[in-house]
């Protein structure tokens, strides 16, 4: 089951942010709720003197009577009353006289005064309730006699009643703030997500329908952020996916086209043959026009081939040491024949008879054929094709110029992208030149196409000059 970012950051962000918060208040509050009984604990502890010692020792081996007299003296001028409660208690824990006029009914464990009975300060204290429920701060003082027996004890206590309801206030006050803090931030936490989350589902959405082919389908705007810049990415994928949906259905179409016209030539010439018995003439032309139609059909399938090899990158260059001019003649040659067929002129214009470049001989012929068949097919009848050899720098330079239609500025800065056919009304699979760039690249040479509309096509080949196989290496 799919697991949403609102209910991810529920869980963990928020939980854990209400964990900290709960945490932080009972600290602050458990810290709030001491300080009031350690404040309390210090107003008794201050009021505590020696002068008590100083009262009760005359006393200390007194009858239980005598004792309980001094005991009602001493809490009737006790001065602190409108502060705290004070008794006296006997060396049992039980208490014999009370500041209020009221008495327990019966004894207790009071740890204030077992506390007290071990400590050596003989002080312990406590935060307890009275039998009346009463919440109250006390601390016991034993006294000790000569010899260090206990015959009493002296017991203050403080009412928290008014501690404890200021505690319920600032608790009700770190309440709400607790409440306002965790829904100010689930509410500001929820947008955030939020414009996270559904610019991402309106994302999600669009890549499902431009997965299933959709190609037109965009994202709208979203804010200028990450997300945002992910969006346009997406857009600019769905844009330069639906040129490539287009152009690969034109290369099918063209691909389709290119391979129906030859077979259709092969197979009617072929049954024209077999139905001819004594007409030569004839058969010899049938025989030519299957050659010539099955050599283009060869030459289709070798550039798809390579298109193929390239695409899964299995395409490989066998470099070493050639000589640039005779791939040239041997391109001319293949060429020569068919430009006259076409009433196009092919000349070659050689500058230097021995420029060694360092290539692939199969790929440069191959280079050297897709160039000049395009050379051929945009051309016009009474047209020329020249080729150009020299050296330029640390390259061989090899100049195919023709006299054709030339390709409009917007075509020529595509002319190399696969699938693309600046005239869709000429031959050819489209992916010709992307082919003659990749070699050239593979070989570290440089392809450039210079054309005008109407005034013919230049095309520029440079290849890197031979040096020693050990520079070669090295590069």
Not at 283 to 297: A, M, Q
Request: charged share 25%.
């Amino acid at each position: 089951m799919r697991k949403s970012i609102k209910k991810r950051w529920a869980k963990n962000i928020l939980l854990s942010m209400i964990i900290v918060l709960l945490v932080c208040s009972a600290i602050i509050l458990f810290s709030i709720y001491n300080r009031y009984q350690n404040h309390a604990e210090q107003t008794i502890r201050a009021r505590i003197t020696k002068s008590v010692d100083t009262y009760f020792m005359p006393y200390s081996n007194a009858d239980d009577e005598e004792f309980a007299l001094i005991a009602a003296d001493f809490v009737d001028s006790f001065l602190y009353k409108d502060m705290m409660e004070v008794w006296v208690l006997d060396k049992n824990g039980n208490m014999i006289a009370s500041s209020s006029g009221f008495s327990e009914e019966n004894k207790r464990d009071y740890d204030d005064f077992s506390e007290a009975t071990y400590s050596d300060s003989r002080i312990g204290s406590s935060l307890t309730r009275l039998e009346s429920g009463e919440h109250i701060t006390a601390v016991s003082y034993i006294l000790r006699d000569e010899t260090g027996e206990i015959y009493g004890a002296l017991r203050y206590m403080i009412s928290m009643q008014d501690a404890d309801n200021q505690f319920m206030l600032i608790t009700i006050l770190v309440v709400v703030i607790f409440i306002l803090v965790v829904l100010v931030f689930a509410m500001s936490g929820v947008y955030f997500i939020s414009s996270i989350v559904n610019p991402l589902q309106r994302i999600n959405n669009t890549t499902k329908e431009i997965a299933k082919g959709n190609f037109k389908v965009r994202i709208e705007s979203v804010n200028d952020d990450e997300i945002g810049e992910l969006a346009s990415s997406i857009n600019d994928m769905a844009h330069q996916l639906s040129e490539i949906d287009e152009m690969k259905n034109d290369f099918i179409s063209t691909v389709s086209h290119e391979i129906r016209t030859p077979l259709t030539a092969i197979k009617g010439w072929s049954e024209t043959i077999k139905s001819v018995e004594n007409d030569a003439e004839l058969r010899e032309k049938g025989l030519n026009i299957i050659i010539d139609e099955t050599t283009r059909l060869s030459v289709m399938v070798e550039e798809l081939l390579n298109f193929s090899r390239i695409q899964s990158g299995k395409f490989t260059a066998n470099k070493e040491k050639i000589n640039l001019n005779l791939i040239v003649e041997q391109a001319f040659d293949i060429y020569n024949q068919k430009c006259i067929g076409e009433d196009v002129t092919l000349s070659s214009n050689h500058t230097n008879r021995n420029i060694l470049v360092y290539a692939d001989k199969d790929k440069i012929l191959q280079v050297l054929i897709n160039v000049l068949d395009n050379a051929l097919k945009y051309n016009r009848k009474g047209g020329k094709i020249e080729i150009a050899i020299e050296k330029y720098k640390k390259y061989g330079k090899v100049t195919v110029s023709d006299t054709g239609c030339g390709i409009d500025k917007e075509d020529l800065k595509h002319v190399k992208d696969k699938f693309y056919k600046a005239n869709n009304t000429v031959r050819g699979t489209g992916i010709g030149l992307a082919v003659v760039d990749e070699i050239i690249n593979m070989h570290n040479g440089i392809f450039n196409i210079k054309s005008e509309k109407d005034k013919g096509t230049v095309v520029e080949i440079f290849l890197p000059l031979y040096k020693k196989e050990s520079e070669h290496e090295q590069k």
